[in-house]
């Protein structure tokens, strides 16, 4: 972790992987760096957190506290499934979009990024949400599933082993020098900012 350049705000992770390679674990170190000054919100698909959970419509309904906190992190137990749940996250993404403050400091953490719904609330959170202080922080098991714009507008790539071409195509399309197999635990890194790639990182 220390050989990857100190984080920012408005920084977009992809963190691709097969199941059980440490997409959560890595990704779970960088949302605790970023909640140092930033407020998290953690859409936990898979129920996997601990702590206190709210649901998306809390989270929609409290955003002006949740913006103006300090390095809170809040649990959202979201799996895209119930009817409605396209219409609330995109309320929640347009609500922080929208959001008198030219910065807002947020951060948003997919850990399962197929179970958010593809709308133009998403894409505008990851094609100009930059320059409004949103990160976000995406993983996928199958990134041939998830919405493209988490693919394509990723600044920061880290790519653990994927068993699928399909989806080794899909992420190395985007990353310099491609992707390639890997031992479980280990992924290379690809920073589009400073074109910088570095091979076989393990999270320790
Ligand atoms: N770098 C690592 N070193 C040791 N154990 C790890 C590492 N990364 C993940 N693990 C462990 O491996 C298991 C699977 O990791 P996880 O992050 O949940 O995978 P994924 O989210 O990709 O399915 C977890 O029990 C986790 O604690
Ligand atoms: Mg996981």
Aim: with cysteine.
């Amino acid at each position: 972790m220390d050989k990857i350049r100190s984080i920012e705000n408005g920084e977009r992770w992809l963190i691709a992987g097969s199941t059980g390679c440490g997409k959560s674990y890595l990704s779970s170190r960088l949302a605790s760096l970023y909640a140092s000054n930033a407020n998290v919100l953690y859409f936990d698909s898979k129920n996997e957190g601990t702590g206190k959970a709210i649901s998306i419509k809390t989270a929609n309904d409290k955003i002006k506290s949740i913006i103006t906190g300090n390095g809170q992190t809040y649990r959202i137990k979201f799996d895209g499934l119930d009817p409605g749940d396209d219409e609330v996250s995109s309320d929640l993404f347009s609500a922080i979009m929208r959001f008198p403050s030219r910065k807002v400091n947020i951060v948003l953490w997919f850990d399962e990024a197929f179970s958010i719904p593809d709308t133009p609330a998403l894409r505008r959170i990851f094609t100009q949400g930059r320059s409004k202080g949103v990160s976000a922080i995406a993983c996928a098991q199958r990134p041939v599933g998830i919405p493209r714009v988490m693919v394509s507008e990723a600044t920061r790539y880290c790519v653990f082993n994927l068993n699928d071409k399909r989806d080794r195509d899909t992420v190395g399309a985007f990353v310099k020098g491609g992707v390639s197999e890997k031992p479980r635990f280990r992924f290379d890194y690809y920073d589009v900012l400073t074109d910088e790639r570095i091979n076989n990182i393990k999270v320790t």
